[in-house]
C-alpha cells in the first residue's frame, strides 16, 4: 500500500545534511517512501440513481456563481462563499491550489465525477466540478457554521449525536467502497440544523498522492493511524476503512478532551508526531467519562486495525445507542454488533490507584 510521505522535519533535514549522506536520519522507525505512481484510482462505486433532492439535472453554471466571500484555506485549496445569482442559493467553492499535470487532472476530476453521486445527509454534497483553465474548482454544499476545528464537547449526549452522525456518513461511504482517508475535525462541517457532514475526500487524498513530497502543504499526519504512518506495522497491509475509523476515534476524542489526544502538539513536526502515534499505546478517554464513552474510543483506538470496529458496528454501541432515537443510526438495522462485548470495566475509585 502507498504510504504517506512526511513532510521533511527540519531537525532531520540537518542530522542528514551534517552527516554522511548515505546514512539514515537517527530515527528508530524507518521513514516511509511514496511513489506517486501508485495513486491508484478509487474502486468505483456502483452508480446511484440520481437524487430528487439536492443534485439537478442541470448541473449550475459557473458563470452564474459570484464569489461573495474567502471561508477559509487549508493544505490543497482556498474555500470561498458564492451565491449562484439565478436562484439566490449559496454554495461553497473549493479552489484547488495550482496548475496541476494532465495526468493528475484528468484523475482528481474522475474522483469528482464519481464523488457527484455520492448523496446522504451526513456528507457534503459535490455539486459540480470546474476545470478553469487548468485551475480545478469545485461546488460543494455550503455548511453555514462551518468546521468542527477547535470545538470542545465535554456533554456526551451531544457528542454521541455528533459522532452518530459522522459513522452514518463513514457507514454509506464504506458501504460504497469509498474510504475517505482524511477524517479530522477540519473536514467535519455543521449548519445551522446541527446536521454535521464528512468534507473532503478524494480530492484531497489524489492531492496528497501527487504533490512534491517537500511541500509542507502535504498536510498533517495528527490524525492517520499507526499502520498508515508507519507501514511496518502491519505486515505492509494497509486497510483504509480501519484508518478511518482511526482517525474518527482521535477526532472524537480531541472534541470530549479540547485538545489533540496525544502528548505531542496537532502541530507539531513530522517525527514527534510519528513517534507519539505509532510507538506509544493509543490514547484513552479519562477515567471521568462513562464507561460507555471509554469503551467507544477503546473501540475505534485499537492499535491492531483488525480489532478496531467497522462504522456499522460503532452505530450499535451502547455510546450511541443510549442516545439515539429509533431508526436515526443510518446503518439500516442489519448488521451484527459484538453482542458479547464487554465494557470496560467501571474506573477504579482514586484512592486505590497506587
Ligand atoms: P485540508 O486541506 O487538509 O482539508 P482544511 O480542511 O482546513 O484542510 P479546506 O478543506 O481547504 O482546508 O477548508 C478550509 C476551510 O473552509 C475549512 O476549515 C472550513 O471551515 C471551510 N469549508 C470547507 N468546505 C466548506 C463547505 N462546504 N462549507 C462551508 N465551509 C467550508
Ligand atoms: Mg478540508
Same mark, same amino acid.
Given at each position: 500500500?502507498? $504510504?504517506?510521505?512526511?513532510?521533511?522535519?527540519?531537525?532531520?533535514?540537518?542530522?542528514?545534511?551534517?552527516?554522511?549522506?548515505?546514512?539514515?536520519?537517527?530515527?528508530?522507525?524507518?521513514?516511509?517512501?511514496?511513489?506517486?505512481?501508485?495513486?491508484?484510482?478509487?474502486?468505483?462505486?456502483?452508480?446511484?440513481?440520481?437524487?430528487?433532492?439536492?443534485?439537478?439535472?442541470?448541473?449550475?453554471?459557473?458563470?452564474? &456563481?459570484?464569489?461573495?466571500?474567502?471561508?477559509?484555506?487549508?493544505a490543497?485549496?482556498?474555500?470561498?462563499?458564492?451565491?449562484?445569482?439565478?436562484?439566490?442559493? &449559496?454554495?461553497?467553492? !473549493?479552489?484547488?491550489?495550482?496548475?496541476?499535470?494532465?495526468?493528475?487532472r484528468?484523475?482528481?476530476?474522475?474522483?469528482?465525477?464519481?464523488?457527484r453521486?455520492?448523496?446522504?445527509?451526513?456528507?457534503?454534497?459535490?455539486?459540480?466540478?470546474?476545470?478553469?483553465?487548468?485551475?480545478?474548482?469545485?461546488?460543494?454544499?455550503?455548511?453555514?457554521?462551518?468546521?468542527?476545528?477547535g470545538?470542545?464537547?465535554?456533554?456526551?449526549?451531544? &457528542?454521541?449525536?455528533?459522532?452518530?452522525?459522522?459513522?452514518?456518513?463513514?457507514?454509506?461511504?464504506? !458501504?460504497?467502497?469509498?474510504?475517505?482517508?482524511?477524517?479530522? $475535525?477540519?473536514?467535519? &462541517?455543521?449548519?445551522?440544523?446541527?446536521?454535521?457532514?464528512?468534507?473532503?475526500?478524494?480530492?484531497?487524498?489524489?492531492?496528497?498522492?501527487?504533490?512534491? @513530497?517537500?511541500?509542507?502543504?502535504?498536510?498533517?499526519?495528527?490524525?492517520?493511524?499507526?499502520?498508515?504512518?508507519?507501514?511496518?506495522?502491519?505486515h505492509?497491509?494497509?486497510?483504509?476503512?480501519?484508518?478511518?475509523?482511526?482517525?474518527?476515534?482521535?477526532?472524537?476524542?480531541?472534541?470530549?478532551?479540547?485538545?489533540?489526544? #496525544?502528548?505531542?502538539?496537532?502541530?507539531?513536526?513530522?517525527?514527534?508526531?510519528?513517534?507519539?502515534?505509532?510507538?506509544?499505546?493509543? $490514547?484513552?478517554?479519562?477515567?471521568?467519562?462513562?464507561?460507555? #464513552?471509554?469503551? #467507544?474510543?477503546?473501540?475505534?483506538?485499537?492499535?491492531?486495525?483488525?480489532?478496531?470496529?467497522?462504522?456499522?458496528?460503532?452505530?450499535?454501541?451502547?455510546?450511541?445507542m443510549?442516545?439515539?432515537? $429509533?431508526?436515526?443510526n443510518?446503518?439500516?438495522?442489519?448488521? @451484527?454488533v459484538?453482542?458479547?462485548?464487554?465494557l470496560? @470495566?467501571?474506573?477504579?475509585?482514586? #484512592?486505590?490507584?497506587?
Open positions: 500500500m502507498r $504510504p504517506q510521505q512526511p513532510p521533511p522535519s527540519p531537525a532531520v533535514d540537518t542530522a542528514n545534511r551534517a552527516t554522511n549522506r548515505r546514512r539514515r536520519p537517527d530515527l528508530t522507525l524507518p521513514l516511509p517512501h511514496r511513489d506517486p505512481a501508485l495513486a491508484v484510482p478509487l474502486p468505483l462505486p456502483p452508480r446511484s440513481a440520481p437524487s430528487s433532492t439536492t443534485s439537478s439535472s442541470q448541473p449550475l453554471a459557473y458563470a452564474e &456563481l459570484e464569489r461573495v466571500s474567502r471561508i477559509g484555506s487549508g490543497g485549496g482556498t474555500v470561498y462563499k458564492v451565491l449562484h445569482r439565478p436562484t439566490g442559493k &449559496l454554495y461553497a467553492l !473549493k479552489v484547488i491550489y495550482g496548475n496541476h499535470e494532465d495526468a493528475v484528468v484523475q482528481m476530476c474522475r474522483e469528482i465525477q464519481i464523488l453521486d455520492v448523496d446522504n445527509p451526513n456528507v457534503v454534497k459535490c455539486h459540480n466540478l470546474f476545470d478553469h483553465n487548468g485551475e480545478i474548482q469545485v461546488l460543494l454544499e455550503y455548511m453555514d457554521k462551518g468546521s468542527l476545528e470545538v470542545h464537547i465535554p456533554h456526551e449526549p451531544s &457528542l454521541s449525536d455528533l459522532a452518530r452522525q459522522v459513522l452514518s456518513g463513514l457507514y454509506y461511504l464504506h !458501504k460504497r467502497k469509498i474510504v475517505h482517508r482524511d477524517i479530522k $475535525p477540519s473536514n467535519l &462541517l455543521i449548519n445551522s440544523r446541527r446536521i454535521v457532514k464528512i468534507a473532503d475526500f478524494g480530492v484531497s487524498r489524489v492531492l496528497a498522492q501527487t504533490m512534491d @513530497p517537500c511541500n509542507s502543504s502535504v498536510g498533517t499526519i495528527a490524525y492517520m493511524s499507526p499502520e498508515r504512518i508507519n507501514t511496518d506495522l502491519n505492509g497491509q494497509y486497510d483504509g476503512y480501519a484508518g478511518d475509523i482511526w482517525s474518527l476515534g482521535v477526532s472524537i476524542l480531541e472534541f470530549y478532551l479540547g485538545k489533540f489526544p #496525544f502528548a505531542v502538539g496537532r502541530q507539531g513536526d513530522w517525527a514527534s508526531l510519528m513517534c507519539a502515534i505509532c510507538m506509544s499505546q493509543p $490514547p484513552e478517554a479519562p477515567h471521568s467519562a462513562s464507561r460507555e #464513552f471509554r469503551d #467507544f474510543i477503546a473501540c475505534c483506538l485499537q492499535r491492531e486495525p483488525a480489532k478496531r470496529w467497522t462504522a456499522g458496528q460503532l452505530l450499535k454501541h451502547p455510546f450511541i443510549q442516545y439515539a432515537s $429509533p431508526g436515526s443510518g446503518s439500516g438495522g442489519n448488521n @451484527p459484538h453482542q458479547s462485548h464487554q470496560l @470495566p467501571p474506573p477504579r475509585p482514586h #484512592f486505590s490507584s497506587a
